[in-house]
């Protein structure tokens, strides 16, 4: 996929603020040309450290530096690429871009390197979105993990899968050409166990993707329920002797709070709604507005029911929330419900009643909550410390769970008439889903959103 007649962009490759060296980065078919103009014309060598004095337009020294030249393809974009190194002041990199632009270059959009070494083959969307996740890691932990998927370590693994379907597909299309034979072809000529096997290893990646996205970014659950219901008490006691940072939310200081805390080395993001109140007040509607836009990209709900309130029914959430947080009902959440205050109520700590997913337990005393513990663990998928073996992000999941889904249509359908003809279709979903991880199947609008993430410069 190389571009057509690419523009020469220019950004600061270096962080903001003062260093020893800044790098200010071009790349494209001018690299050369600019470069020449703020340093003099001259011969460079590829990929040698070149000092050079740099100009404004008007011929007056910026800075002097380093020059390096990475002629395309061998360079990170795969196309021309010069990285001019001054000393790292913003007003030098800022007066050395524009001077750039200037000569015919416009300044990079966020992500637009990575970007164009994504266009040029140079690397995979995992692998691009792998660098801004070992640039962004808050952990050794989840820099390992990011350094495997720039490494290709995810890539080769959702490659794998897609040249097994790719197998499948030759093998369920050549029975389609053969009616008569079709079922007996596909029950009886390995494709149920061919798919099985495909659907074990689709399992396996999706499990190890999951750890990956949770060693990045935890698991995120929003606290709610009624006042005294425990909220406070169960926070602190999950949050037990791992220290707790409580942070505020940018943005909803005064309606949400978060605090990170981990669960055997698990990431635990918890929202705290206690903020969220009914009012009047057009600054404060905003404000939880805005907790909202926050808790709708949590992963799951936790409501806590005090099991000393009479007769309530777990299956009504709203029944369960303060009037102002029953819009969290219409949020599509997963849902976790506690019984709390087993200690005064004589629920048994530790039980499981129905509906699915609640559990009884006091945050007093702490009876009860391993289970939580564990259940938040197991529907997280986490796997334990060290077992991450590269990073993922939730559209990698989304991903993953749409080729799953795919593949376990196909097998149930295998037995059916025409199943050849389903299962051709189920499969070509399947492998599409798995290509837009690695990218060479890409919907219109996914690189836009995925690139603009990214800082500029990058
Ligand atoms: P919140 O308003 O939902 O955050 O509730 P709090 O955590 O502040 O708890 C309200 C009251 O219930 C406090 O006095 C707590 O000490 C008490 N409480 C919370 N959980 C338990 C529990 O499991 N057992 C008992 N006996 N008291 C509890």
């Known amino acids: 996929m190389p571009l057509t007649a690419p523009d020469t962009i220019v950004a600061v490759a270096t962080a903001p603020g003062r260093g020893g060296v800044g790098v200010v980065r071009l790349s494209g078919p001018d690299a050369r040309r600019i470069a020449?103009?703020?340093m003099g014309d001259r011969p460079l060598t590829p990929r040698t450290a070149h000092f050079a004095r740099f100009r404004d337009p008007q011929g007056a020294v910026i800075d002097e530096g380093l020059v390096l030249w990475f002629p395309a393809p061998g360079s990170f974009t795969g196309e021309d690429v010069v990285e001019l190194q001054g000393h790292g002041g913003?007003?030098?990199?800022?007066?050395?871009?524009?001077?750039?632009?200037?000569?015919?270059?416009?300044?990079?959009?966020?992500?637009e390197f990575s970007q164009r070494a994504f266009l040029n083959d140079k690397m995979d969307l995992t692998q691009a979105e792998a660098i801004a996740d070992l640039?962004?890691?808050?952990?050794?932990e989840s820099a390992r993990a990011a350094l495997n998927?720039?490494?290709?370590?995810?890539?080769?693994e959702v490659n794998n899968l897609v040249e097994q379907l790719i197998q499948l597909r030759i093998y369920v299309e050549a029975a389609i050409d053969f009616p008569e034979e079709e079922i007996d072809f596909l029950s009886e000529g390995g494709v149920a166990d061919d798919l099985a096997g495909v659907i074990d290893q689709a399992g396996a990646v999706l499990a190890s993707a999951r750890q990956g996205r949770l060693i990045r970014e935890g698991l995120t659950l929003v606290i709610a329920g009624k006042p005294n219901a425990g909220k406070s008490s169960l926070m602190n006691a999950l949050a037990g002797h791992e220290a707790a940072i409580v942070t505020e939310v940018?943005?909803?200081?005064?309606?949400?709070?978060?605090?990170?805390?981990?669960?055997d080395g698990m990431p635990l993001n918890l929202i705290d709604t206690a903020g969220l109140r009914d009012s009047p007040d057009r600054v404060e509607q905003e404000g939880i507005r805005r907790a909202y836009d926050e808790i709708r990209k949590a992963d799951r709900l936790l409501v806590v029911v005090d099991s000393l309130e009479p007769e309530v029914d777990l299956t009504d959430l709203a029944a369960l929330l303060p009037r102002s947080q029953q819009e969290l009902d219409h949020l599509d959440l997963p849902v976790t419900r506690v019984l709390n205050k087993a200690d005064l109520s004589?629920?048994?700590?530790?039980?499981?009643?129905?509906?699915?997913?609640?559990?009884?337990?006091?945050?007093?005393?702490?009876?009860?909550?391993?289970?939580?513990r564990e259940h938040l663990k197991a529907v997280a998928g986490y796997?334990?410390?060290g077992q991450s073996r590269f990073s993922a992000r939730r559209r990698h999941i989304t991903a993953l769970e749409q080729a799953l889904a795919a593949l376990?249509?196909?097998?149930?359908?295998?037995?059916?008439?025409?199943?050849?003809?389903l299962l051709a279709e189920d499969l070509r979903a399947a492998q599409q889903a798995l290509e837009e991880i690695t990218g060479a199947f890409t919907a219109d609008d996914l690189l836009g959103r995925i690139f603009s993430s990214f800082c500029i410069g990058k």
Request: charge should be negative; glycine fraction near 14%; include cysteine.
């Open 250 to 263: 940018a943005g909803t200081t005064r309606d949400v709070l978060r605090e990170a805390i981990q669960l």
């Open 346 to 372: 004589g629920l048994e700590p530790g039980a499981q009643p129905a509906p699915a997913d609640t559990f009884a337990l006091s945050a007093a005393t702490g009876e009860g909550l391993e289970a939580l």
């Open 149 to 156: 998927s720039l490494q290709g370590a995810f890539s080769r």
């Open 408 to 421: 376990a249509k196909g097998r149930d359908q295998l037995h059916q008439h025409a199943a050849g003809e």
């Open 383 to 385: 796997q334990g410390t």
């Open 36 to 38: 020449g103009a703020l």
């Open 135 to 140: 640039i962004d890691a808050g952990t050794r």
């Open 90 to 111: 913003p007003v030098i990199l800022d007066t050395l871009v524009a001077a750039c632009v200037h000569h015919g270059a416009r300044p990079a959009l966020a992500g």
